[in-house]
């Protein structure tokens, strides 16, 4: 089956420590993305790439970074100078990352809690 | 203000009932409009896009208003599981959507 995979489902971090989130995805997308959900507001995006070896800092990018040396892979971490990392957060992935906008798609996303 | 903006609601209403969201959005430049299905602790679905003509999707229609910088989405005859949040989408360029923070509605039995 096709999709987005995002692991893990629920990670607990304690102050001051680094973690990476893992996305991969088989649609054979060229452009991923990653969001931040907090309660009761809308999507945040934090970084996307559009194609391999290149992305580029979205709206909230402090505190946080990216690598996308695989085509179906887009991790993100959560490094410790981000102030308040608690949150759900959501990877998708699009067909292209050209002119024209093509639907995202979004994995199942990962509850961070920071103790 | 932000970029773009939803009632949050909740909208509580009865099976049967016909509810309407309204969405309102800032960047005159906006290029597309979507609205978006977010169950309890799921990830966000895309709905249905929104045209200027507007468009029916079985029950759901939506609507896009230009000169004043809104959509709406309305939902007819309403059914237990159209219970979620619905979350309005306008997108800057291809890379970049902006979300609004939901609209939460329980259709009640």
């Known amino acids: 089956d096709g999709g987005i995979t995002q692991s893990p489902k629920y990670l607990f971090r304690k102050e001051g420590q680094n973690v990476t989130l893992s996305c991969e995805q088989n649609?054979?997308?060229?452009?991923m993305y990653w969001y931040r959900q907090d309660p009761g507001q809308g999507l945040r995006l934090i970084y996307y790439?559009?194609?391999?070896?290149?992305?580029q800092k979205g709206d909230i990018a402090e505190g946080y970074s990216v690598s996308r040396e695989k085509k179906e892979s887009f991790p993100l971490t959560v490094t410790s100078a981000q102030k308040n990392p608690t949150a759900f957060y959501l990877c998708?992935?699009?067909?292209?990352?050209?002119?024209?906008?093509?639907?995202?798609?979004f994995g199942p996303g990962t509850r961070l809690t920071v103790l | 203000r932000k970029e773009v903006e939803q009632d949050p609601g909740p909208f509580n209403v009865p099976e049967g009932a016909t509810v309407a969201f309204n969405c309102t959005y800032s960047?005159?430049?906006?290029?597309?409009f979507f609205w978006y299905r977010q169950d309890c602790r799921k990830e966000p679905k895309l709905l249905m896009s929104?045209?200027?003509s507007g468009n029916e999707d079985g029950r759901f229609t939506a609507q896009l208003n230009r000169a004043s910088q809104y959509i709406s989405l309305l939902i007819r005859d309403s059914k237990l599981s159209d219970s979620a949040t619905y979350l309005c989408?306008?997108?800057?360029?291809?890379?970049?959507?902006?979300f609004g923070s939901g609209t939460q509605l329980t259709v009640l039995p």
């Open positions: 989408v306008v997108v800057r360029s291809a890379r970049q959507l902006t």
């Open positions: 929104v045209y200027s």
């Open positions: 649609l054979n997308h060229d452009a």
């Open positions: 960047n005159s430049a906006s290029q597309s």
């Open positions: 790439s559009q194609i391999v070896n290149d992305f």
């Open positions: 998708a992935s699009s067909l292209s990352g050209g002119p024209s906008y093509n639907e995202q798609f």
